[in-house]
């Protein structure tokens, strides 16, 4: 304890953590006047289990980084390999993408605006916003054949086509949710002790949102236009019309509202994509081997900008693929923002980045003698596994 | 021997323990239909049975004293947490225009109890040796120095045009003269409903007890036995609430016709349940500061006005 700050430590372990990371309060009364972030409690090695395996197998490891924005991680590594590869999807997949694409931003931003309703207790909202976020998983499910993991990409298009059926179903159910998004905008706004839990809480200015590199939503509700979609185009999203939506209040309420709008946006770019859905093949085929090259590869994931880097050395193996997850570019933002707040505030701040802890979390071994960072190959890492063990 | 009978059985602890549980389930299975869930479905027909097997399951469960915690008091505070509410109960009217054990100033021995209970929650949570219980346990103290005044200004309302200080004779002379205090003195019947959602620790004001900011406050440290008495002395509050609602302000149990006392003052006292279990899933929590400053901005005055108003009608 240094003079008359208490420590208050959140994680591992916390109600407010979907996902176990640890945050140092130190507080004075009720106020927060610093944080410490300690990150990598669930750090599970994909990227390098990714080495060890072919690009088509990497493509069922990349689509479990994220239970939540799985599409968005497929869609960055396929994108990086067809790079490499110099291939070209056809049209017809790429606007199929897109669909999967928005669906799932749709379910990420309704599942986060329960949580958030959830962090400020407010459970009612919490409970009505899971119960619609259920038309949006049923469509996934139409589109896909599955809730979570849609398992939509392969390297060079995608593996499911639509029909009318379904096209018909996706739009049927996009009314529905449009009608209820906006329902309970109107409510958000409009409602005494949301505005009290979320307006001026959280600020995190326009400056220092670019100084901190904020990305995603977090950045768009600090009044920055900055979207992957927009400013660096992928998929079939240069031939569709949208706007970046974008807020001035830099506080909870910006964040809560740039995701609900995004969320009428994404319905809109849905509907746009299947009434422009050109006709023909949904895959290329493609050989397993890939020349040695690199590649780089943004794509705009609900939380924001997600990267992808991938180097490949002639063989059917990846040499290196590196994975930069939205939450981690947020976390500088979040310290950014908790300090001045109460305790009262520090889990609907947390949500405010829609943090997703397991996707980022990396393990860098550095030497501290001779202040280097040293690169473990897999046998390096087993041996080390399991003397670690033996001492135990 | 009647009297012993009344007090164990009917109207005393195996009633209120009863009709704590079933309060309980109403509550859960109310606020479960609103926020369109199921609630609890499993044990009884329609889930009626859960509060019971919640708390004979707890009382099977580790009972675990933290090497921190100040032990007298980490022991004391559930019990005071249970038998408070409990003694509170039989001053309250609830079988028959007179209660259990009724003398003049008794409404003053209530209050007396609704603060000690709040010191109780203080004390346990902050001699639990956690940091959480510890903050729940000085939110739940300042936010008694919000709802006190106006709890207590509303809470002596009604017996001023009673012209008594007994529970008994406050509600035998609403319901003789048809004046329930929800009619005479609205804005003291709004009061009170905010004061016991505070006291309650219900939504908007569970502050204490903030699940996703404190875990679960200053009973966060609670296992076994004493989290089992803890939580059947929330919900013997809760009926102590809607008890004190119906009371004070609906005239309390009351012949009408041939419907015996009990059956109405139990529609009375259910209704009022309804009514804080509504309440409590309208709103998103506020922070404690918020609470502070909005019980003193508009709540004790409002209380103030209604006192004024009466003073100037009676």
Same mark, same amino acid.
């Given at each position: 304890?240094?003079?008359?700050?208490?420590?208050?430590?959140?994680?591992?372990?916390?109600p407010?953590?979907?996902?176990?990371?640890?945050?140092?309060?130190?507080?004075?009364?009720?106020?927060?006047?610093d944080? &410490?972030?300690?990150?990598?409690?669930?750090?599970r090695?994909?990227?390098?289990?990714?080495?060890?395996r072919?690009?088509?197998?990497?493509?069922?490891?990349?689509?479990?980084?994220?239970?939540?924005?799985?599409?968005?991680?497929?869609?960055?590594?396929?994108q990086?390999?067809?790079e490499?590869l110099?291939?070209?999807?056809?049209?017809?997949?790429?606007?199929?993408?897109?669909v999967?694409?928005?669906?799932?931003?749709?379910?990420?931003?309704?599942?986060?605006?329960?949580?958030?309703?959830?962090?400020?207790?407010?459970?009612?909202?919490?409970?009505?916003?899971?119960?619609?976020?259920?038309?949006?998983?049923?469509?996934?499910?139409?589109v896909?054949?599955?809730?979570?993991?849609?398992?939509?990409?392969?390297?060079?298009?995608?593996r499911?086509?639509?029909n009318?059926?379904?096209?018909?179903?996706?739009?049927?159910?996009?009314?529905?949710?449009?009608?209820?998004?906006?329902?309970?905008?109107?409510?958000?706004? &409009?409602?005494?002790?949301?505005l009290?839990?979320?307006?001026?809480?959280?600020?995190?200015?326009?400056?220092?949102?670019?100084?901190?590199?904020?990305v995603?939503?977090?950045?768009?509700?600090?009044?920055?236009?900055?979207?992957?979609?927009a400013?660096?185009?992928?998929?079939a999203?240069?031939?569709?019309?949208?706007?970046?939506?974008?807020?001035?209040?830099?506080?909870?309420?910006?964040?809560?509202?740039?995701?609900?709008?995004?969320?009428?946006?994404?319905?809109?770019?849905?509907?746009?994509?299947?009434? &422009?859905?050109?006709?023909?093949?949904?895959?290329?085929?493609? &050989?397993?081997?890939?020349?040695?090259a690199?590649?780089?590869?943004?794509?705009?994931?609900?939380?924001?900008?997600?990267?992808?880097?991938?180097r490949?050395n002639?063989?059917?193996?990846?040499?290196r693929?590196k994975i930069?997850?939205?939450?981690?570019?947020?976390?500088?933002?979040?310290?950014?923002?908790?300090?001045?707040?109460?305790?009262?505030?520090?889990?609907?701040?947390?949500?405010?980045?829609?943090?997703?802890f397991a996707?980022?979390?990396?393990?860098?071994?550095?030497?501290?003698?001779?202040?280097?960072?040293?690169?473990?190959?897999?046998?390096?890492?087993?041996?080390?596994?399991?003397?670690?063990?033996?001492?135990? | 021997?009647?009297?012993?009978?009344?007090?164990?059985i009917?109207?005393?602890?195996?009633?209120?323990?009863?009709?704590?549980?079933f309060?309980?389930?109403?509550?859960?299975?109310?606020?479960?239909?609103?926020q369109s869930?199921?609630?609890?479905?499993?044990?009884?027909s329609?889930?009626i049975l859960?509060p019971?097997?919640?708390?004979?399951k707890?009382?099977?469960?580790?009972?675990?004293?933290?090497?921190?915690?100040?032990?007298?008091?980490?022991?004391?505070t559930?019990?005071?947490?249970?038998?408070?509410?409990?003694?509170?109960?039989?001053?309250?009217?609830?079988?028959?225009?007179?209660?259990l054990?009724?003398?003049?100033?008794?409404?003053?021995?209530?209050?007396?109890?609704?603060?000690?209970?709040?010191?109780?929650?203080?004390?346990?949570?902050?001699?639990?040796?956690?940091v959480?219980?510890?903050?729940?346990?000085?939110r739940a103290?300042?936010?008694?120095?919000?709802?006190?005044?106006?709890?207590?200004?509303?809470?002596?309302?009604?017996?001023?045009?009673?012209?008594?200080?007994?529970?008994?004779?406050?509600?035998?002379?609403?319901a003789?003269?048809?004046?329930?205090?929800?009619?005479?003195?609205?804005?003291?019947?709004?009061?009170?409903?905010?004061?016991?959602?505070?006291?309650?620790?219900?939504?908007?004001?569970?502050?204490?007890?903030?699940?996703?900011?404190?875990?679960?406050?200053?009973n966060?440290?609670?296992t076994?036995?004493?989290?089992?008495?803890?939580?059947?002395?929330?919900?013997v509050?809760?009926?102590?609430?809607?008890?004190?609602?119906?009371?004070?302000y609906?005239?309390?149990?009351?012949?009408?016709?041939?419907?015996?006392?009990?059956?109405?003052?139990?529609?009375?006292?259910f209704?009022?349940l309804?009514?804080?279990?509504?309440?409590k899933?309208?709103?998103?929590?506020?922070r404690?500061?918020?609470?502070l400053?909005?019980?003193?901005?508009?709540?004790?005055?409002?209380?103030?006005i209604?006192?004024?108003?009466?003073?100037?009608i009676?």
């Amino acid at each position: 304890m240094s003079g008359s700050t208490i420590k208050v430590i959140i994680g591992p372990q916390h109600p407010a953590l979907k996902e176990p990371e640890r945050f140092i309060l130190e507080t004075e009364g009720e106020y927060v006047v610093d944080v &410490k972030v300690r990150i990598g409690y669930i750090h599970r090695g994909i990227e390098k289990a990714m080495e060890n395996r072919t690009y088509l197998q990497g493509l069922y490891l990349s689509e479990r980084v994220c239970g939540i924005c799985s599409d968005a991680h497929t869609t960055c590594y396929v994108q990086g390999v067809e790079e490499l590869l110099g291939v070209e999807p056809p049209p017809r997949s790429r606007f199929i993408r897109v669909v999967v694409a928005e669906l799932e931003r749709i379910h990420s931003h309704l599942l986060w605006l329960g949580i958030a309703a959830h962090e400020i207790g407010f459970d009612t909202l919490f409970m009505y916003v899971w119960r619609d976020r259920e038309v949006v998983m049923d469509l996934l499910e139409i589109v896909s054949g599955n809730r979570v993991h849609y398992a939509t990409n392969t390297i060079g298009g995608v593996r499911r086509d639509l029909n009318d059926e379904k096209i018909h179903k996706i739009l049927k159910g996009l009314k529905t949710l449009e009608d209820r998004v906006k329902e309970y905008l109107r409510m958000i706004q &409009k409602e005494q002790t949301v505005l009290k839990r979320t307006v001026n809480v959280g600020i995190l200015s326009k400056s220092d949102a670019i100084k901190y590199g904020a990305v995603g939503p977090t950045i768009r509700a600090s009044g920055v236009k900055r979207d992957v979609r927009a400013d660096d185009p992928y998929a079939a999203y240069d031939e569709i019309p949208f706007n970046v939506v974008v807020e001035d209040g830099c506080d909870c309420l910006a964040r809560i509202m740039v995701r609900g709008r995004e969320v009428l946006e994404s319905i809109h770019i849905i509907r746009e994509a299947l009434k &422009k859905m050109p006709g023909g093949e949904i895959r290329v085929r493609v &050989k397993p081997r890939i020349p040695p090259a690199e590649a780089l590869s943004r794509v705009e994931a609900p939380r924001g900008e997600l990267l992808y880097y991938i180097r490949s050395n002639g063989t059917d193996k990846p040499e290196r693929c590196k994975i930069r997850t939205p939450t981690l570019a947020n976390i500088p933002s979040l310290c950014k923002m908790l300090v001045g707040g109460y305790i009262a505030d520090v889990p609907i701040v947390l949500a405010g980045i829609d943090p997703c802890f397991a996707c980022m979390d990396r393990v860098l071994v550095i030497d501290r003698e001779k202040k280097e960072a040293k690169v473990w190959t897999l046998d390096m890492l087993r041996r080390y596994g399991r003397e670690w063990y033996r001492k135990r | 021997m009647s009297f012993i009978l009344q007090l164990l059985i009917f109207p005393g602890f195996l009633f209120i323990i009863c009709l704590a549980f079933f309060s309980e389930w109403v509550l859960r299975k109310f606020v479960a239909r609103i926020q369109s869930r199921m609630g609890p479905t499993y044990t009884g027909s329609g889930g009626i049975l859960q509060p019971f097997a919640d708390f004979i399951k707890l009382l099977g469960k580790e009972d675990i004293v933290p090497a921190f915690a100040e032990r007298t008091y980490f022991t004391l505070t559930p019990l005071l947490c249970l038998t408070l509410p409990l003694t509170a109960l039989f001053i309250l009217p609830m079988a028959g225009n007179r209660a259990l054990i009724s003398f003049e100033g008794d409404l003053i021995f209530l209050a007396f109890i609704f603060t000690t209970l709040t010191i109780m929650v203080f004390l346990g949570g902050f001699l639990s040796g956690s940091v959480f219980s510890m903050v729940g346990g000085v939110r739940a103290a300042t936010q008694l120095l919000g709802y006190e005044i106006p709890f207590l200004l509303a809470l002596f309302g009604p017996a001023i045009p009673a012209s008594s200080l007994s529970i008994s004779k406050i509600s035998t002379w609403q319901a003789q003269n048809n004046a329930w205090g929800l009619w005479t003195q609205p804005i003291g019947f709004g009061v009170l409903v905010i004061c016991l959602l505070a006291e309650l620790e219900l939504l908007p004001f569970d502050i204490p007890e903030a699940e996703t900011e404190i875990v679960a406050g200053w009973n966060v440290e609670f296992t076994g036995r004493r989290l089992a008495l803890v939580r059947l002395g929330r919900d013997v509050e809760l009926v102590l609430a809607s008890t004190i609602l119906a009371d004070i302000y609906l005239g309390g149990p009351q012949q009408v016709w041939i419907i015996p006392p009990i059956i109405i003052f139990l529609a009375k006292m259910f209704a009022c349940l309804l009514l804080l279990g509504y309440l409590k899933t309208l709103f998103a929590r506020f922070r404690i500061d918020q609470v502070l400053s909005g019980m003193w901005k508009y709540v004790i005055p409002a209380a103030m006005i209604q006192f004024i108003i009466l003073k100037l009608i009676w």
